[in-house]
């Protein structure tokens, strides 16, 4: 069973950059594509990207451009990097592993961290 572990999450300005971590239990971490997900105030939780096993990368377009996701495989850690961040931006982000591509996580979700984005 893989467990996740955000971090990162903070207030910036707009503009600003910020960089997200997943940490993941378990030794079989390389095997599985990661994705992370946001949920604003008052929405329901949405996909944001996605990198499979193999390092490839999927974008939802509201962030296509702005933020880059990776992995270290080493680290059993997924990163989200987001720059040029935009109020609407501002919600709890967390990590997963997407069922397809685009698709809901498969895991139980954890506390994930909070990014606020606001001048």
């Known amino acids: 069973q893989v467990q996740l572990a955000e971090s990162g999450g903070d207030l910036v300005q707009p503009g600003g950059s910020l960089r997200l971590s997943c940490a993941a239990s378990?030794?079989?971490?390389?095997?599985?594509?990661m994705g992370w997900y946001r949920q604003a105030p008052g929405k329901q939780r949405e996909w944001v990207a996605q990198?499979?096993?193999?390092?490839?990368?999927y974008y939802a377009n509201s962030v296509k451009g702005r933020f880059t996701i990776s992995r270290d495989n080493a680290k059993n850690t997924v990163y989200l990097q987001m720059n040029s961040l935009m109020p609407e931006d501002t919600a709890v982000y967390y990590c997963?592993?997407?069922?397809?591509?685009?698709?809901?996580?498969?895991?139980?979700w954890g506390q994930g961290t909070q990014v606020t984005i606001s001048s």
């Open positions: 378990g030794s079989i971490f390389s095997i599985y594509g």
């Open positions: 997963n592993i997407p069922s397809r591509i685009g698709g809901a996580g498969i895991m139980s």
């Open positions: 990198i499979s096993s193999g390092g490839g990368t």
